[in-house]
């Protein structure tokens, strides 16, 4: 599977890894907005996603995780490998929430040995930084830094992570 590019001048969507692909294409469309609807009944997208398991009541516990953190930790800013561990714990939870299958099946083991490789992967590809040192308010407000720009993206995915930061 290749990746794709979209001329927004003719509006159509091609293969980029294929360059004798001129006639092959999709047309595509521009959005109105960039605020989609997100379907209700879907686990990773309903507003079921077990937040009050963390301690948040609703609206009012706002901020739950960054609250619990300085009770914990003081005003020190969590490490690199200590934000990919939450990452890690909180898709184990919604796997065996949102998954069906029995606890402590192989099925279910599986897939959370899977999908910790994964966020394993994402880690991995920051190799020029200490991960255990604290993050600094200088790392955090720096729009360009990579660090940020991966945060970003991660929360950008289609996936728990945007719900759950948001609950939280």
């Given at each position: 599977?290749?990746?794709?590019?979209?001329?927004?001048?003719h509006m159509k969507l091609f293969v980029t890894m294929d360059?004798?692909?001129?006639?092959?294409?999709?047309?595509?469309?521009?959005?109105?907005?960039?605020?989609?609807?997100?379907?209700?009944?879907?686990?990773?997208?309903?507003a079921a996603i077990p937040t009050e398991r963390d301690g948040a009541q609703g609206w009012a516990g706002e901020n739950f995780l960054?609250?619990?953190?300085?009770?914990?930790?003081?005003?020190?800013?969590?490490?690199l490998n200590e934000?990919?561990?939450?990452?890690?714990?909180?898709?184990?939870?919604q796997l065996k929430a949102d998954s069906g299958c029995p606890e402590g099946s192989q099925l279910l083991q599986e897939a959370?040995?899977?999908?910790?490789?994964?966020?394993?992967?994402?880690?991995?590809?920051?190799?020029d930084l200490d991960k255990d040192a604290p993050l600094t308010t200088k790392i955090?407000?720096?729009?360009s830094h990579p660090v940020t720009q991966l945060m970003l993206?991660?929360?950008?995915?289609?996936?728990?992570?945007?719900?759950?930061l948001n609950h939280s």
């Open positions: 599977m290749g990746k794709l590019t979209v001329d927004l001048k360059k004798h692909n001129a006639s092959h294409y999709k047309l595509v469309m521009q959005g109105s907005d960039h605020i989609r609807i997100r379907p209700d009944g879907n686990g990773r997208f309903s960054g609250n619990e953190w300085k009770k914990r930790n003081g005003d020190r800013n969590p490490s934000t990919f561990a939450g990452i890690i714990m909180e898709a184990k939870n959370m040995d899977n999908i910790c490789a994964t966020w394993q992967s994402i880690s991995d590809l920051i190799t955090l407000f720096d729009p993206r991660l929360y950008t995915l289609e996936c728990y992570l945007y719900k759950t």
